[in-house]
């Protein structure tokens, strides 16, 4: 959910706009001098806003380099060009361009000025609500996936292929861009930069009551409610497939070589459901504060741990697969301009 509670309410981090005090022996500072609705500058900064500004750029980085490892292990890598790793692609891009975002998100934050234009402002506000969107459809793609390859495995090969994901893939994004810009084209006015009731120089989103439900609907319960009930029919499956293959092992060594597979998806299915859950555990603070709760300061700091989000998906690869910890060491030691490395079989025991 991009909106938040009441018309005063803004997208994401957009909260109160934090005003600079006048004193008595200093003279208050504008934005825009010319303009009479200018907000107030900030004077100065304080220790605990460049403490902010550190944090967010090394919580920046991180995102943004774990990520680079994700998506060149991916791309370079044949044996890394799957149906589900291509789902991983796509949402190792997603964060990382929303790690590239969190230093814009942050000046938005603290200051209150505003010096980028309107524009600017319209299209990096569209430019977030996309990737926030596309994170959930990324993830409710990971769902389907995992549900084909552990409920229906005969079907999996036929009709989970590279060609058919990266076709849903770009679906997704097209779908949820195209509704992102009607939602903020539909609750920000991009010819009335004189707003009443908001000083000129914020960055923000007007949202009504209408679009708040609409989005909590779109963006959280529908996907989440189809997550969900995917995994629950998965882990229900894996029971039942765990029983029954335990009964056979002793009498068949075929089935005892057949359930390697098996414990394989699984095994992928468990680990993709790590992410969504710890994305859902970031994400649904954020939508049940954003209805109920009024304090800026408190959203604010719940929603940078749904940017957080977007650092530790990286980390949940790296202790489940083997295959990101080999070939993240083979590119942080240059070892993948060797002639032939994207042939290397990674999956192959040292």
Known sequence: MKGQKGEQNKLL????????????????QYCFPDINSSCVKRRSLSHGY????VFVSLLSAWTVFLNLLVIISISHFKKLHTPTNMIILSLAVNDLFI???MPVEAIRLIETCWYFGDTFCGLYLLFVSILLSASVG????????????????????????????LMSICLNWFCLSAYCITFVIKNRDFDTPHRTAYCYGECF?????SWIITDLFMSFIFPCTLIMMFYLRIFYVVHQQVKVINSLMKRDKCVKEGSVKRKSESKAALTLGIIVTVYLLCYIPYCICSLTVNSSTALNVIVWFLYANSGVNPLVYALFYTWFKKTAKLILTLNIFQPASSLINIFTQN
Do not use: W
């Open 50 to 53: 460049i403490t902010i500004y």
């Open 13 to 28: 981090t957009g909260g109160d706009s934090l005003m600079a005090f006048e004193t008595e022996d200093q003279e208050t």
């Open 205 to 209: 989103l007007m949202i009504s009551f």
């Open 138 to 165: 990324n993830l409710l793609l990971i769902a389907v996936d995992r549900y084909v390859a552990v409920c229906h495995p005969l079907l999996y090969p036929q009709k989970i292929t590279i060609t058919n994901m």
């Open 99 to 101: 790690g590239l975002a």
